[in-house]
C-alpha cells in the first residue's frame, strides 16, 4: 500500500533525527516481525512499535496508545536501515505517518524495499552531513521538485533521486511497471 498515493510536490511536517548506522533493528524490533504485513489490522499495529526501543531521544517517536506519530520526517546520518532488508521496516515508518527519510547515505536493502513497496521516499544530503544539526521536533519542507529541504531561512540541496519518487507515487514498483509510461527515463 503506498503511503503517498498521489503525486505532491512537497512533504511538510515535523523531523525526527536519528544517527549514523540507525539498523532495521532499531527501526522495529525483532519482536513484532510476527505481525503479517497482509493483514491491516496486524500492519497498523506495527506503526504503534516503531522505534519504540529507542532510548536517549528528547521524545517518543509513537505516543503510547497511539499508532501514529507526530513526526512524518526522518532526519538520519549514514547507513539508514542497515542490518537486514525485510520489509517489515519501513512498514512500520509509513504505518507511523513517515512520509520521507532525508539521509546522508541509505542501506541499498532498506531503500530498495521502501521504495518498491511504494512506502517512503528515501532521499539523500547532495553534501552530507548537512543536515546534521537538524533536530527532532524541528519543522521543515522537503520539495521533491526543486530538491531542497528548508528548515526556517535555511536551503539545504538534496541528492537527485531518479525514478524513485515516480515508483513511490505509483504504489511500488510493481504497479510502476504496469503504468503506460517507461520504465526508465
Not at 517518543?60 to 542497515?82: D, H, K, L, N, T
Request: include cysteine; aromatic fraction near 8%; hydrophobic fraction near 45%.
Amino acid at each position: 500500500m503506498p503511503a503517498n498515493p498521489e503525486s505532491q510536490s512537497a512533504i511538510c511536517g515535523l523531523v525526527y533525527r536519528v544517527g549514523d548506522d540507525f539498523s532495521a533493528d532499531e527501526i522495529l524490533a525483532p519482536e513484532y516481525l510476527s505481525f503479517d504485513l497482509d493483514d491491516p489490522e496486524e500492519r497498523r499495529w506495527l506503526g504503534a512499535y516503531a522505534m519504540a526501543h529507542l532510548t536517549g531521544q528528547p521524545t517518543g517517536f509513537v505516543p503510547v496508545g497511539e499508532f501514529r506519530s507526530p513526526y512524518s520526517i526522518v532526519v538520519a546520518g549514514r547507513q539508514f536501515g542497515c542490518g537486514s532488508a525485510r520489509l517489515h521496516s519501513p512498514v512500520a515508518l509509513a504505518e507511523a505517518g513517515v512520509r520521507c527519510v532525508v539521509a546522508d547515505s541509505f542501506a541499498p536493502g532498506f531503500m530498495r524495499a521502501a521504495v518498491n513497496a511504494g512506502l517512503l521516499h528515501c532521499i539523500t544530503f547532495a553534501t552530507p552531513g548537512e543536515g546534521a544539526d537538524i533536530d527532532s521536533g524541528t519543522q521543515v519542507e522537503v520539495d521533491l521538485d526543486q530538491l531542497i529541504l528548508g528548515v526556517g531561512d535555511r536551503r539545504l540541496a538534496l541528492a537527485p533521486i531518479g525514478i524513485t519518487r515516480k515508483i513511490v507515487e505509483a504504489g511500488g514498483l510493481a504497479a510502476y511497471l504496469k503504468a503506460d509510461e517507461p520504465p526508465i527515463e
